[in-house]
């Protein structure tokens, strides 16, 4: 993990070596953070291999989710997974998830895509989160286009076998909530 500090109006990363943890931190450039915008590469203290295997499971995801599969969607989650809806109660377990899923999978014009722009494994690789934007459409029966765009927080637990799962799934719209409607 990067340690950053807002000092001063402006974001610093403070250096890892203990004998550089002084009141000296480097200047992070405006603009940038410690994850680039619009980028998926992370600085990540060794865990290189298991980010990498993050953003690989993150994007099967995504395709079992394009592909509609129910099943193979809700699969991603680990058994105490959950998905944090908006305007919805908490809905945990598998069949809650993959009937959730299969609902929304049978919407007309659903489609979904989202974007890493973040992934961290913690330093002992049992938990990493993918955090991103995202935008969706579908049309309620005999109602309207919907679209959605905003962001999403995925936490993630690594499997004894090395697979990664979904423990939290959460988004939140950008939009205005008449404002979805077209």
Request: positive net charge.
């Amino acid at each position: 993990m990067i340690d950053c500090r807002l000092s001063k109006g402006k974001w610093q990363v403070m250096p890892r070596s203990p004998k550089l943890r002084s009141s000296k931190f480097r200047r992070v450039p405006p603009g940038e953070n410690a994850t680039a915008p619009g980028t998926t590469k992370t600085k990540t203290s060794g865990n290189e291999a298991r980010v990498k295997a993050l953003l690989a499971a993150d994007a099967a995801w995504l395709k079992a989710y394009q592909s509609r599969d129910a099943a193979a969607a809700a699969a991603f989650y680990a058994k105490n997974g959950a998905m944090l809806v908006p305007n919805r109660p908490l809905l945990t377990g598998a069949r809650a998830l993959e009937k959730f899923i299969a609902q929304s999978f049978q919407l007309e014009d659903y489609d979904i895509v989202w974007h890493a722009k973040q992934a961290r494994v913690a330093r002992s690789g049992e938990l990493g989160y993918t955090s991103g934007s995202y935008e969706m459409r579908f049309r309620p029966a005999r109602g309207k286009l919907f679209f959605d765009k905003g962001k999403y927080l995925m936490v993630w637990e690594r499997q004894a076998d090395d697979t990664w799962k979904v423990l939290l799934d959460m988004s939140n719209s950008d939009m205005p909530s008449e404002a979805c409607r077209i």
